[in-house]
């Protein structure tokens, strides 16, 4: 039996944590907004915040730029999509994250507010993404940021989302991203991973979690082969940006994570493969209850803030 972390034994005792995906997804979303808001630590001060509105497949789009460093010249920007299994999750629910990502990188956070299931199923949150990185790219100037240094990034169902857009940047069909950071993602919705044999009690996200989010993005299983909703089944990796792969051994996407960073260093992508064995998924807007949560964040920060730094078409000197 694999070794459980204390601070997640402590959580799963504590209330008003419930096993995500018991309950239907309005009530879901609530709760899960209020876990989310008590369970994060103090955030951290940032130059600017913004929100913006933004046209997008489905009407308005909601967005909201975190500014980590004065004003003043350009910054590099991370656009982030949310976990919460395409479901729950919102601008608030991974605020944390954003201002600690763009604090220690010194740079932009933009996050997207995309549309969620079972209302919106595959592809509306994907068509989202996309459509927020276009027009990040296209409004570069005005907003500050560098249209050659915007990377993409996520947790669970927002990893997913972050590599289908690295890929679909690597074809041409949005701009082209400098970095990917994949937290504990979803790349293969077929649910065959050895880890959801493993993972189904005692941590927030179970394989019937899984099967709960996956059900309501993308009910048809001959739709989970479509590598926009399973990235791993794209037909090749060769030519996508750099990566971090954060992986937990208590999250039954811990397989799927560990074959995609396998699969990119086999192919050629210069790779950062974390895993946290005696971790669970989540943990990253849950720094308040998870002490390793924090090191984590800055951690992926740094190495985002490196990417940058050697960015072949830039070569910057951040900071």
Not at 71 to 93: I, N, R
Not at 296 to 312: G, K, M, N, T, Y
């Given at each position: 039996m694999r070794a459980l972390h204390p601070d997640i034994t402590v959580l799963m005792q504590a209330a008003g944590v419930p096993t995500l995906g018991a309950v239907p997804p309005e009530e879901a979303r609530r709760g899960y907004s209020a876990s989310r808001r008590a369970l994060?630590?103090?955030?951290?001060?940032?130059?600017?915040?913004?929100?913006?509105v933004i046209p997008g497949p489905g009407g308005q789009l909601p967005l909201r730029l975190y500014r980590g460093a004065p004003?003043?010249?350009?910054?590099?920007?991370?656009?982030?999509?949310?976990?919460?299994?395409?479901?729950?999750?919102?601008?608030?629910?991974?605020?944390?994250i954003c201002r600690r990502i763009a604090a220690v990188a010194a740079c932009c956070v933009i996050a997207v507010d995309y549309r969620l299931a079972p209302e919106h199923p595959f592809p509306a949150a994907m068509e989202d993404a996309a459509a927020a990185l276009q027009w990040v790219a296209d409004h570069a100037g005005e907003i500050g940021?560098?249209?050659?240094?915007?990377?993409?990034?996520?947790?669970s169902a927002g990893g997913n989302l972050a590599a289908v857009l690295a890929i679909m940047g690597r074809d041409g069909t949005v701009p082209r991203s400098?970095?990917?950071?994949?937290?504990?993602?979803?790349?293969?919705?077929?649910?065959?991973?050895?880890?959801?044999?493993?993972?189904?009690?005692?941590?927030?996200?179970?394989?019937?979690?899984?099967?709960?989010f996956i059900d309501h993005y993308i009910s048809n299983p001959v739709g989970r082969k479509d590598w926009r909703a399973s990235p791993m089944l794209a037909e090749t990796l060769e030519g996508l940006p750099p990566a971090l792969v954060l992986t937990c051994g208590h999250d039954p996407l811990c397989t799927d994570g560990q074959l995609y960073a396998a699969?990119?260093?086999?192919?050629?992508?210069?790779?950062?493969?974390?895993?946290?064995?005696?971790?669970?998924?989540?943990?990253?807007?849950?720094?308040?209850?998870?002490?390793?949560?924090?090191?984590?964040?800055?951690?992926?920060?740094?190495?985002?803030?490196?990417?940058?730094?050697?960015?072949?078409?830039?070569?910057?000197?951040?900071?």
């Open positions: 994060q630590l103090p955030f951290d001060p940032m130059a600017e915040i913004r929100n913006i004003l003043g010249k350009p910054l590099p920007c991370l656009l982030y999509l949310h976990g919460g299994g395409w479901v729950l999750g919102d601008l608030d629910s991974h605020e944390g940021i560098d249209a050659e240094l915007i990377a993409v990034g996520g947790d400098s970095y990917q950071m994949l937290f504990y993602p979803a790349t293969d919705l077929r649910m065959t991973g050895d880890s959801y044999e493993r993972v189904v009690d005692g941590v927030p996200l179970t394989a019937n979690s899984m099967r709960y699969r990119l260093e086999r192919e050629g992508i210069a790779v950062t493969a974390l895993h946290l064995s005696d971790q669970a998924h989540g943990i990253l807007n849950m720094s308040k209850a998870i002490g390793a949560a924090s090191g984590v964040l800055d951690f992926a920060a740094a190495l985002l803030r490196e990417a940058w730094r050697i960015h072949p078409d830039k070569n910057i000197q951040n900071g």
